[in-house]
Every structure is written in structure tokens, then in C-alpha cells.
């Protein structure tokens, strides 16, 4: 399974009422650190759920970093979260 739909599958399983888009933003950064021949290390994510709803802007962060996981959080190299709800 691809990082990207195993970030989008944990994720929708966390907020299953919510809007969840992933986006492999990758090779936009080619040549940077942490770029990977073949993409899967830098991901746009956009959610929109009201689990959000009261959180701040870390609690939300927070959310999400628990849904992916240690494990998963450790493959990817860059992550950039838009969060609302």
C-alpha cells in the first residue's frame, strides 16, 4: 500500500464524518532534503470535520499526528496540515 492511502485510509478511519484529502506534493521538492525518488515524502493534507470544533491549533495537530501513528509519522519526511471545520 502507498504511504499516501495509508494516510488517507487512517485518516478517514479517525474522522470518519469529516473531508479528508491527501495530496503527494513530492515532487515539488525535487532536489530538497528529504526528497524520495518516486514521491511518498512530502504531503498536503486537508481535513474538515468537527471533531475540530473547541480545538485549537495544536489539539488539532495533535489529533492528527495520533491518527497516523509514530510509526508512519517516522516515513514521512514532510507533512503541511490545513485543519478546520
Same mark, same amino acid.
Given at each position: 500500500?502507498?504511504?499516501?492511502?495509508?494516510?488517507?485510509?487512517?485518516?478517514?478511519?479517525?474522522?470518519?464524518?469529516?473531508?479528508?484529502?491527501?495530496?503527494?506534493?513530492s515532487?515539488?521538492?525535487?532536489g530538497?532534503?528529504?526528497?524520495?525518488?518516486?514521491?511518498?515524502?512530502?504531503?498536503?493534507?486537508?481535513?474538515?470535520?468537527?471533531?475540530?470544533? %473547541?480545538?485549537?491549533?495544536? *489539539? @488539532?495537530?495533535? &489529533?492528527?499526528?495520533?491518527? /497516523? %501513528?509514530?510509526?508512519?509519522? *517516522? @516515513?514521512?519526511? &514532510?507533512?503541511?496540515?490545513? /485543519?478546520?471545520?
Open positions: 500500500m502507498s504511504k499516501t492511502q495509508e494516510i488517507e485510509d487512517r485518516l478517514t478511519a479517525a474522522f470518519p464524518d469529516g473531508e479528508v484529502l491527501v495530496v503527494d506534493d515532487e515539488s521538492h525535487r530538497h532534503a528529504g526528497y524520495q525518488e518516486g514521491g511518498e515524502s512530502h504531503f498536503n493534507v486537508r481535513i474538515r470535520t468537527k471533531d475540530f470544533e %473547541g480545538k485549537n491549533r495544536l *489539539a @488539532r495537530h495533535r &489529533a492528527v499526528h495520533a491518527a /497516523l %501513528g509514530p510509526e508512519l509519522i *517516522a @516515513r514521512i519526511h &514532510a507533512l503541511a496540515l490545513d /485543519l478546520d471545520v
